[in-house]
Nanobody, 115 residues
Framework: QVHLVESGGGLVQPGESLRLSCTASGNIFRMYAMGWYRQAPGKQRDLVARISTGGTTNIAASVKDRNTIARDNAKNTVYLQMNSLKPEETDVYYC?????????WGQGTQVTVSS
């Protein structure tokens, strides 16, 4: 069992930035590929960004020029830096771990972009 805790969401104005954090339990975090997903009510959960165990990143085309993902294995933490946020990016953001024993999700953190 892997426990994931997200933080860093909140209310920001259009054009501002946020950095989301997700910290995982356990001591083999370095073996997990990690991802960030977003979900609006009644819609599917979509990939925002993913980072492999080796640090290779995959970022959704719609945000590729504004978002970055990074990991700190010493802190068991993955980060999502979101810049120049737009109102349509208002969603709940979820962290996901891809582990040898399966997929694990965090509880989500709300991001609201509004003036």
């Amino acid at each position: 069992q892997v426990h994931l805790v997200e933080s860093g969401g909140g209310l920001v104005q259009p054009g501002e930035s946020l950095r989301l954090s997700c910290t995982a339990s356990g001591n083999i975090f370095r073996m997990y590929a990690m991802g960030w997903y977003r979900q609006a009510p009644g819609k599917q959960r979509d990939l925002v960004a993913r980072i492999s165990t080796g640090g290779t990143t995959n970022i959704a085309a719609s945000v590729k020029d504004r978002n970055t993902i990074a990991r700190d294995n010493a802190k068991n933490t993955v980060y999502l830096q979101m810049n120049s946020l737009k109102p349509e990016e208002t969603d709940v953001y979820y962290c996901r771990a891809e582990t040898p024993t399966g997929l694990y999700w965090g509880q989500g953190t709300q991001v609201t972009v509004s003036s």
